[in-house]
């Protein structure tokens, strides 16, 4: 072998190899950093030996920003707004390096059979249920997602219900479409100087914490946790104690299963007399029978939804007794504001989303990187400095099983390991290392050694 561009390397699993020569691919991975004379090193552009043209397979309504990030980082890009059925996919993913999706194509394990030389997947959204995440980490795929790009995005919606609970505003504007004229300010309220009771003090929860402060509001707040306060907030011992001192009460945390119901019938009883509940976590925390009813006897004064136990599966669907046997008295009460799960849907948070994942399927290509992968040990090393000369990163995905460290370390024996790290997590362990000082003919070698491995399942090459 004459140069490292026509090394051939086994890619996945046995899998055919690429050569790689395209300018582009060092130009899309490079890192600007100033060079002032303070001995900030160049990072070096890493591209993988194996890959040339690689080719990614972008559906439904991915952030076009991304499309056009991709394409220009020189991937090959075929981009279709619909979802895929499993058996067009399993027809079309054999040729592609990577996917992007959002949450309604299915990455069954069958199709993961069919993807001999898929690297990795994007889910361009939040949940990743849709990716049979096991079969997914056994093949050597990483996937990411984008779980807080729209955590803004639902704190303003919150801000949002807040004062429309507080100034009735829905039953106003429901009024006005029937041809009612009704101006009251009995039971409306000004949101200043309330006390707004946050319940999960996340990414959501505190972005809210701040925006909340800035409306003259006093914010308490209630976590598993022991969390620094943005503000003046101030967090509470107990989530009793917090329910008997808000005028709202706001549900922020995940869907666990000591968050399933954790508001029922004793807690909304606990919460003051004409109070109100926002809930734009998961639809299973609060129980929606207890909920109508504290609506019902006026012990609450509204309550706003935009999640719920059972969803619609698409757009134009009934939201009726169907899916949730109370849809019908829910949907009769007049100050239980109902959103269809829009709490993150908006062009920013995709765009957000666009950015992240875009940027996480890149590092993994371009630099091995798995941090932020949903199904995989998430594992990095620093960037290899230009003048670093004859580096090469290893990026072997494994399974977790003994004995496999000491045989890459053997083959890694004759040249000088800069940096190495491994972890694992289930199955699957992926380890990193940067080699000095080795040749075209050395990579070769090295390559048929470690992919040859019983324990092998992807091993890539980038220099
Ligand atoms: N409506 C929407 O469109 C929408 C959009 C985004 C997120 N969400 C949902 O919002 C919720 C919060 O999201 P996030 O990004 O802020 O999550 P996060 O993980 O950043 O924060 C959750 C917080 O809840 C706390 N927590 C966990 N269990 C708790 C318990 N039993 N009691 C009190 N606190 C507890 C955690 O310690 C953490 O601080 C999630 O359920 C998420 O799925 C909804």
Redesign the pocket.
């Known amino acids: 072998m004459s140069s490292p561009i026509a090394i051939p390397v086994p890619v996945h699993q046995g899998s055919p190899v690429f050569p790689t020569s395209s300018p582009t691919f060092t130009d899309r991975f490079a890192i600007h950093r100033r060079d002032d004379g303070y001995g900030i090193r160049q990072p070096k552009v890493l591209r993988p030996v194996d890959n040339e043209g690689l080719r990614f397979l972008l559906l439904e309504n991915i952030s076009q920003d991304a499309v056009s990030a991709f394409r220009a980082q020189g991937f090959l890009v075929d981009h279709h707004t619909k979802a895929m059925s499993e058996d067009e996919l399993i027809e079309k993913i054999g040729s592609y390096h990577a996917i992007g999706i959002r949450s309604k194509t299915k990455i069954t394990a069958k199709v993961l059979k069919a993807a001999t030389k898929l690297l990795v997947i994007g889910c361009f959204c ?1 949940g990743t249920n849709q990716v049979d995440l096991k079969s997914a980490a056994k093949t050597g795929i990483p996937v990411f997602n984008s ?2 790009s ?2 803004r ?2 704190a303003e ?1 919150v801000m949002s219900e807040l004062v429309g609970l507080s100034r009735q505003l829905f039953e106003r504007c429901f009024e006005m479409r029937r041809g009612l004229w009704n101006k009251q300010s009995k039971g409306c309220w000004e949101i200043r100087g309330k006390t707004l009771g946050i ?8 972005q809210l914490s701040v925006l909340a402060e800035s409306f003259g509001m006093k914010v308490i707040y ?4 022991n ?1 620094m306060p943005l503000g003046i907030a101030r967090q509470v011992n107990s ?1 009793e104690e917090l329910l008997a001192e808000a005028d709202f009460v706001t ?6 299963p ?2 399933i119901n ?1 508001i029922g019938e004793e807690q909304l009883a606990l919460m003051k007399k004409g109070s109100y509940l926002i809930n ?3 639809g299973k ?1 609060v129980d929606i029978p207890a909920l109508i009813k504290a609506i019902k006897s006026s012990h609450l004064a509204g309550a706003a939804l ?2 719920y136990p059972s969803e619609p599966g698409s757009n134009g669907a009934p939201f009726d007794n169907s899916v949730n046997s109370w849809a019908s008295e829910l949907c009769a009460l007049p100050n239980v504001v109902l959103t269809p ?5 908006t062009e920013e948070a995709q765009r957000m989303i666009g950015e992240e994942v875009s940027q996480a399927i890149s590092r993994y290509i371009g630099y091995g990187s798995t941090l932020g992968a949903v199904n995989f040990p998430e594992v990095d090393l620093r960037a290899i400095a230009a003048d670093e000369g004859d580096r090469v990163r290893v990026c072997h995905v494994h399974k977790n099983q003994p004995g496999v460290l000491r045989r890459v370390n053997e083959a890694f024996a004759p040249y000088n390991v800069e940096k190495q790290y491994s972890d694992s997590k289930g199955d699957i362990a992926y380890l990193m290392a940067d080699i000095a000082d080795v040749s075209p003919t050395d990579i070769h070698d090295l390559q048929e050694v470690i992919s040859s491995t019983d324990a092998n399942i992807l091993t890539r090459f980038l220099a």
């Open positions: 939040i779980p807080f729209n955590s995005s639902v919606l319940v999960g003090y996340g990414h959501i929860g505190s209630h976590d598993v946790v969390l989530l549900l922020h945390v995940p869907e666990l000591e968050t954790m734009n976590a998961r925390v935009d999640v799960h829009i709490g993150g849907s």
